[in-house]
């Protein structure tokens, strides 16, 4: 028998008390000025809101270029009021405007430590949950690509499902996406949405980015910095959001915009029941198992 690591019970859905209401994908040009990106994110946010959105996702590294040479000089220690101005706008934007924010990642440095870490925050400006990127992107594609972030980071050991008003969400950063075992975990514990916060560079991305969103089979929300961020590494774009049959609901180019979209949760009930994949599983040939279900 072939063991992928679940077992066969499926947390069933859960219905969100607002099972209808706009995101909002900011897809932000990043420099090198922290204060720039600040500033750039926040009025990003504040449109969104304006244009009805009650849930906004931030890029992968909306803070900081996504390069090994600013990771380590412009990391917050998130327990440092004044030490950390990014994760405080994010808490402080979303209590003012009322919403709850998925805020992409910044470099977190705890105890001596970096992090590639995204943080949500509830519309009463509450941390509500913190996802360190799981998986590094170490990638050696001779004449394409050649990228070590785990020289940089440290990987985080636990997956992020959070409980908002929007849903229950998971979190999962950039190469995160590559492992649907992931994304299956998220799905058997009840996920609504799962949002990744991305860079992916331009190989990868016209290859794969869409991809990897539309085989995920839930609704799938996917934010990126723009490509004339600064950096040597050039990035994709294409933020989007991606519905329970795999459809794209909306998308965009790779410049500077922002993505403003409908979500309705009752499409997610429709395709569990039209297309009911927990029921089907062949759990006699094949087994996927939650390790926290396994736990004493
Ligand atoms: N930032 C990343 O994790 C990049 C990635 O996965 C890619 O394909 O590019």
């Not at 909002?24 to 926040?42: E, H, M, Y």
């Not at 959001?241 to 997610?268: M, R, W």
Request: proline share 5%; aromatic share 8%; glycine share 8%.
């Amino acid at each position: 028998m072939a063991s992928l690591t679940s077992s066969t019970s499926c947390h069933s859905l859960t219905m969100p008390k607002v099972a209808q209401f706009k995101i909002g994908l900011c897809q932000l040009s990043v420099t090198p000025d922290k204060t720039t990106n600040l500033s750039r994110a926040r009025n990003s946010i504040e449109i969104a809101a304006k244009q009805g959105a009650s849930l906004v996702v931030l890029p992968e590294m909306w803070n900081c270029p996504y390069s090994e040479d600013y990771f380590a000089k412009l990391a917050e220690d998130f327990n440092d009021e004044d030490g950390s101005p990014s994760y405080f706008m994010l808490s402080e934007v979303a209590s003012c405007l009322g919403i709850t924010i998925v805020g992409g990642s910044m470099p977190e440095l705890k105890d001596g430590r970096l992090y590639n870490t995204c943080c949500v925050f509830g519309p009463d400006g509450k941390l509500k949950a913190k996802h360190r990127k799981l998986h590094m992107f170490d990638a050696n594609i001779p004449g394409d690509i050649l990228y070590k972030e785990s020289d940089t980071f440290t990987a985080g050991d636990n997956p992020t499902i959070v409980e908002t008003d929007m849903g229950r969400i998971g979190i999962g950063i950039c190469h995160d996406i590559r492992f649907p075992e992931l994304a299956m975990l998220y799905r058997t514990r009840g996920a609504n949405l799962i949002c990744y916060p991305g860079a992916f560079n331009m190989s990868t991305g016209k290859m794969l980015w869409e991809l990897e969103q539309r085989a995920r089979q839930l609704y799938v929300a996917s934010c990126s910095p723009s490509r004339d961020s600064v950096g040597s590494y050039t990035i994709w774009g294409h933020s989007t959001l991606v519905g329970p049959f795999g459809e794209v609901i909306a998308t965009s180019g790779h410049e500077e915009t922002i993505v403003i979209a409908e979500i309705d949760y009752s499409a997610l009930q429709c395709r569990r029941e039209g297309l009911p994949l927990e029921n089907q599983r062949r759990g006699d040939i094949y087994q996927f198992v939650d390790i926290e279900e396994q736990r004493p």
